[in-house]
């Protein structure tokens, strides 16, 4: 026998939406369900007829109802055809003089109230525990970690972003029903499943589209370039890039084999260059950022200074210019920090030896002023 399917316009817990549309293509179109797992329902074609179909909330998870149960929903009229989802069970007749599927309201709200309950913990966990862990990450030093994954983390957000909608708008619609029982109102109005429809379609592609962006930036990792590489400084002979030798400091030191420079792309900041020039008590690491905006130039320079200098502080200073370039430092034992930031440029400076960045502001503040270009492939 050939089957007919449908997408079925609705999702698991808008219950009186789907129970509308089964009714309405059995007496229109000759269309009895069969299954209706997932997101397509199988039917049967036959003779247009009325038809009644509920919807029953089985506090048992499974995929199955017991066959206790389907045998005493049978001696009261009602056929089992098959779970809309582990917690939904689909009967049907085509007898309207029989009473309602349920009878006790106090199981149904019972029933429904757990079913309320397991959405509410699921929701609560997923969104407890990505702040925690996005928070540990930071106050952990890992800020960059999340700058450099930045779009695979605002995909992976904008997917969360969407299930959060679904599962608050599932209990909400919990609720309604079990304030419909409570109340003994009509549980037979429903709203209009062509709108439904629609409303899921959108909800279905956005979606869909956030997890295909997912996928690909989970394969094809091209919002970061040369994540691993570091090059020499030596290898590079361009003006462009934002470094000082000792001698800017008054030290003869020669930077050593080890100097060299990393850069990457990424979502939310365009171009980074960390540069580390080392040598014998000489040490200086430049990172630059070119941002998106200048709130997250301004935010990367806060989460900066929190992560690497946020106790034990000797000195702290802090200075706007005219021309709107802000400065911030801060010293703590050996080590030294600064942040020049402008607009949506940001360099953070850090050195564990004796330069003293804050006397030698002056000598960095040109370094923003640089034009910044990726190097060329060799």
Same mark, same amino acid.
């Given at each position: 026998?050939?089957?007919?399917?449908?997408?079925?316009?609705?999702?698991p817990y808008e219950i009186k939406i789907f129970e509308a549309w089964l009714e309405e293509l059995a007496e229109k179109e000759g269309l009895f369900l069969v299954s209706c797992r997932r997101a397509i329902a199988k039917f049967?074609?036959?003779?247009?007829?009325?038809?009644?179909?509920?919807?029953?909330?089985?506090?048992?998870?499974?995929?199955?109802?017991?066959?206790?149960?389907?045998?005493?929903?049978?001696?009261?009229?009602?056929?089992?055809?098959?779970?809309?989802?582990?917690?939904?069970?689909?009967?049907?007749?085509?007898?309207?003089?029989?009473?309602?599927?349920?009878?006790?309201?106090?199981?149904?709200?019972?029933?429904?109230?757990?079913?309320?309950?397991?959405?509410?913990?699921?929701?609560?966990?997923?969104?407890?525990?990505?702040?925690?862990?996005?928070?540990?990450?930071?106050?952990?030093?890992?800020?960059?970690?999340?700058?450099?994954?930045?779009?695979?983390?605002?995909?992976?957000?904008?997917?969360?972003?969407?299930?959060?909608?679904?599962?608050?708008?599932?209990?909400?619609?919990?609720?309604?029903?079990?304030?419909?029982?409570?109340?003994?109102?009509?549980?037979?109005?429903?709203?209009?499943?062509?709108?439904?429809?629609?409303?899921?379609?959108?909800?279905?592609?956005?979606?869909?589209?956030?997890e295909v962006l997912l996928f690909l930036l989970l394969l094809s990792p091209f919002w970061i370039q040369n994540w691993n590489e570091r090059i020499p400084l030596s290898a590079q002979n361009s003006t462009e890039l934002p470094?000082?030798?000792?001698?800017?400091?008054?030290?003869?030191?020669?930077?050593?084999?080890?100097?060299?420079?990393?850069?990457?792309?990424?979502?939310?900041?365009?171009?980074?260059?960390?540069?580390?020039?080392?040598?014998?008590?000489?040490?200086?690491?430049?990172?630059?950022?070119?941002?998106? #905006?200048?709130?997250?130039?301004? #935010?990367?320079?806060?989460?900066?200074?929190?992560?690497?200098?946020?106790?034990?502080?000797?000195?702290?200073?802090?200075?706007?210019?005219?021309?709107?370039?802000?400065?911030?430092?801060?010293?703590?034992?050996?080590?030294?920090?600064?942040?020049?930031?402008?607009?949506?440029?940001?360099?953070?400076?850090?050195?564990?030896?004796?330069?003293?960045?804050?006397?030698?502001?002056?000598?960095?503040?040109?370094?923003?002023?640089?034009?910044?270009?990726?190097?060329?492939?060799?």
């Open positions: 026998m050939a089957y007919i399917r449908r997408l079925i316009p609705c999702a049967e074609k036959g003779t247009p007829k009325p038809m009644r179909y509920r919807v029953d909330a089985d506090p048992d998870r499974c995929w199955d109802p017991s066959q206790e149960r389907q045998q005493l929903y049978e001696e009261f009229g009602w056929k089992y055809i098959d779970n809309r989802s582990e917690h939904l069970v689909v009967y049907g007749t085509d007898d309207f003089s029989l009473p309602e599927l349920h009878t006790d309201a106090e199981l149904q709200l019972e029933t429904l109230g757990k079913l309320q309950k397991k959405c509410l913990r699921r929701a609560l966990l997923v969104f407890c525990l990505f702040p925690l862990w996005l928070l540990l990450h930071i106050s952990a030093g890992n800020w960059l970690y999340w700058l450099h994954h930045s779009a695979l983390i605002s995909a992976f957000v904008l997917l969360l972003f969407f299930y959060f909608l679904d599962t608050t708008k599932e209990i909400r619609q919990l609720q309604k029903l079990k304030k419909q029982i409570f109340e003994e109102t009509d549980v037979t109005e429903t709203e209009d499943f062509h709108k439904a429809k629609r409303k899921l379609l959108l909800r279905t592609c956005c979606r869909i589209t956030a470094t000082l030798s000792p001698a800017a400091f008054g030290s003869h030191k020669t930077l050593s084999d080890s100097s060299y420079f990393s850069y990457y792309t990424s979502f939310l900041a365009p171009v980074q260059y960390e540069i580390f020039q080392i040598s014998d008590d000489f040490y200086l690491d430049t990172q630059y950022f070119q941002c998106q #905006s200048e709130f997250l130039s301004e #935010s990367i320079g806060k989460t900066y200074l929190m992560t690497e200098a946020d106790n034990n502080l000797n000195k702290t200073e802090t200075q706007t210019l005219a021309d709107g370039t802000k400065l911030e430092y801060r010293a703590k034992d050996f080590q030294n920090y600064l942040v020049i930031q402008k607009g949506s440029r940001i360099l953070l400076l850090k050195s564990y030896t004796e330069i003293d960045l804050w006397e030698n502001r002056e000598k960095f503040l040109p370094l923003l002023d640089k034009t910044y270009s990726l190097p060329e492939e060799t």
